[in-house]
């Protein structure tokens, strides 16, 4: 496991073109631009867990507030944030997803219909490592929420991984393939009744 880690993330640094190379950190009014120039966007993505074990799948982004995490098997885990809520479908549970309020957690950071990390207080590291800019960004009302790290690559600029660390201290690190932009993608997909309704549930609430 852990020589699998260690090719993962060394084939995520290799994927970083020296053109990248910077002489400082990409500014935050050009990292907030590259958020607010799309609407959806799509990746493959590799996943590191908190406990170090691997996952792979496929994530889809229709701002504002919605993501979906679809697990490669044997995983058969779903993420879907939509309406304000984060919700995980764990098929060992027939009862429903697990749901937690978006705006507790880091990710929504980004998901909001206008991303500005200038805001007061939001940012709380920005730094160049190597070819990437770094930016670790936190909830500024509330801090206790967790905070996430931001990866980018320059010429042009391109989100290459997010690390969140919640508000136990866990860290889990996504790895992002080529992230594609500003295509259709269907209200279903992050619709939660549509969810329910395909696993055979009743939304409740």
Do not use: C
Not at 90 to 100: E, L, W
Not at 119 to 136: A, K, S, W
């Amino acid at each position: 496991m852990k020589r699998r880690l260690f090719l993962t993330m060394a084939a995520a640094a290799a994927a970083f073109s020296p053109a990248a190379l910077t002489a400082e950190p990409i500014p935050l009014a050009e990292i907030s631009r590259y958020f607010n120039a799309f609407r959806t966007a799509q990746a493959d993505f590799t996943q590191v867990n908190p406990d170090g074990s691997l996952s792979t799948g496929r994530l889809m982004i229709q701002r504002p507030g919605r993501i979906r995490f679809e697990y490669d098997a044997p995983d058969p885990t779903l993420v879907l944030a939509t309406a304000g809520s984060v919700n995980i479908f764990d098929a060992r549970s027939n009862t429903g997803p697990t749901v937690y309020p978006l705006n507790r957690t880091p990710l929504g950071l980004i998901l909001g219909n206008r991303v500005d990390l200038g805001r007061d207080r939001m940012v709380v590291r920005h730094f160049e490592d190597g070819p990437t800019t770094n930016v670790v960004a936190q909830d500024p009302e509330h801090p206790e929420y967790g905070n996430i790290r931001l990866v980018f690559s320059a010429g042009p600029t391109e989100l290459r991984q997010w690390v969140v660390t919640d508000d136990s201290g866990g860290e889990t690190t996504v790895i992002l393939g080529t992230l594609q932009t500003g295509m259709s993608l269907a209200s279903r997909l992050f619709s939660l009744d549509s969810e329910l309704q395909r696993r055979g549930m009743v939304n409740d609430r």
